[in-house]
């Protein structure tokens, strides 16, 4: 659809990211790591299921995984909400799944898991205090890793992670974080129409009054998953232990950046990002809104630090602007108790061009559903933007099967079929997919060892900078 909008510094920028891996034609080249290539069963470990994403992943069987599973975790209502949870999977009456669920609980789960070593790929999603020592072990021992995000939650936990990933590619196994983001259908399509630069044109420097790029995400404490009342586990408030705004949710919509403005380039997280501001802020809660999403009936002792005047503060909000190649871009994330009566979690996207704007909005005007527009800049003419599109909507069918555009008064509409729309839930067993296609066929593109470690740099440097400027 169109040519890269930089040329990749090579690996030598891969390299000096501290990531020193075999690239052959553009693939990072994935050892054994005790999986099977060429077919062989993956055996999946879960460990310490504190998040309700370690769930989601096996929301759907997997090709070529085994359908036995090893729990390991510590006893508490965590493991047994994870549990419940699969087998409502397995309960429910449309495409139910069949996994088979082997649990061990005790206080010494890490170590009996890498005792065991009854599977071979590790599958981590909770408190993400000890997830970089989850993640150390995991690779030490010879296990490949899918882990939720945020991998790491401060800038100690960044300098360790170069250095997992480094072992990581000395031992030949694979840790990947999953970005669920990357398969929802209107940032594919703003991705895909960007590269178009009969459309698009080129995407513009930016400054930071105006960025060139700006992801926002709103989430909400309070909400519902897989059909029920989610409940929260309570250090999910501690900054401490799930880490802050800035480097929880953000993650997602820095990835975002990444892949859609530098789509296979290999990113140096030393010289290639530079940052220009962030800020931090906190949602505050009262007790019986905590009580609602917990269950708990009081503040747990390590959350009493942030309850001020009888209402906790959780420092959940954040917001940065940086220069990545050039191109100043920004990220906000908010988080609010609930959303309104028949909304849910929402995301807004610009990505301007020289020629258009390509931007999702996600509000009351579009009932709550991610909509992307195609929007003329000013000087423009919109006959010029309608003649390109006509001709270049037939290649984006060919991809795209049944997406169409509509006139709107300030551009046009992509209209997206309800197939293409199968929800966040979903996007976890396409993450999962797509990183078992990778441990199958022994590689992956070289970019995105390195480029995790520059998403992961851009968020804790953004949290320092915040920290520093917090009165």
């Not at 069949?98 to 005790?106: C, E, I």
């Not at 703003?190 to 960025?211: A, C, D, N």
């Not at 009351?364 to 000087?379: A, D, H, K, R």
């Not at 423009?380 to 003649?387: G, K």
């Amino acid at each position: 659809m169109g040519a890269n909008r930089c040329a990749p510094k090579g690996v030598v920028a891969g390299v000096a990211a501290g990531v020193a891996a075999l690239v052959i034609n553009g693939c990072t080249m994935i050892g054994g790591g005790g999986a099977r290539r060429g077919g062989g069963e993956f055996r999946i470990l879960t460990l310490d299921p504190g998040h309700f994403h370690a769930a989601l992943v096996q929301k759907t069987m997997l090709p070529g995984v085994s359908p036995t599973v090893h729990v390991y975790g510590p006893a508490g209502e965590e493991i047994e909400a994870h549990l419940a949870r699969i087998e409502s999977f397995n309960r429910r009456a449309e495409n139910p799944t069949a996994w088979q669920t082997v649990v061990y609980r005790g206080d010494d789960y890490l170590e009996r898991m890498i005792r065991e070593r009854k599977g071979n790929v590790v599958v981590i999603s909770g408190n993400n205090r000890r997830k970089i020592e989850y993640l150390e072990a995991c690779v030490n021992a010879g296990l490949h890793v899918l882990a939720d995000k945020p991998l790491v939650i401060d800038a100690a936990g960044f300098e360790r992670l170069r250095q997992v990933f480094e072992k990581a590619e000395r031992r030949g196994v694979l840790l990947y974080d999953i970005m669920t983001e990357r398969y929802e259908i209107t940032t594919v399509l703003q991705k895909e129409f960007s590269l178009i630069p009969s459309v698009f044109g080129q995407i513009v420097p930016g400054t930071p009054e105006q960025p060139a790029v700006t992801k926002e995400s709103v989430h909400h404490f309070s909400k519902v998953v897989a059909g029920s009342p989610l409940v929260r586990p309570a250090w999910f408030f501690d900054v401490t232990q799930q880490g802050e705004g800035l480097v929880d949710v953000t993650t997602h919509l820095v990835d975002l950046i990444q892949w859609e403005c530098f789509p296979d380039v290999i990113l140096d997280w030393r010289t290639d990002i530079e940052m220009i501001s962030a800020r931090r802020w906190p949602t505050v809660l009262t007790l019986e809104q905590f009580q609602k999403v917990t269950k708990k009936e009081t503040w747990p002792d390590y959350l009493r630090k942030d309850v001020r005047d009888g209402r906790l503060h959780v420092y959940s909000n954040g917001e940065l602007t940086y220069r990545l190649r050039g191109i100043v871009a920004k990220v906000s994330v908010i988080w609010n108790y609930e959303a309104p009566p028949g909304a849910g979690d929402t995301h807004y996207s610009i990505l301007r061009g020289t020629r258009v704007n390509l931007v999702i909005r996600q509000g009351p005007e579009q009932s709550w559903t991610p909509t992307l527009y195609i929007e003329p800049v000013e000087g423009v003419s919109a006959s010029d933007v309608d003649a390109a599109l006509k001709l270049v909507l037939p290649q984006v069918q060919a991809r795209y099967p049944g997406v169409g555009l509509k006139r709107v008064p300030a551009g046009w509409e992509v209209l997206i079929p309800d197939s293409y729309k199968v929800g966040h839930e979903a996007h976890f067993a396409q993450v999962a997919e797509k990183y078992f296609r990778f441990l199958r066929d022994g590689r992956m593109p070289a970019w995105e060892v390195p480029n995790m470690i520059a998403k992961y740099y851009t968020t804790t440097r953004a949290l320092e900078m915040a920290k520093a400027a917090t009165p």
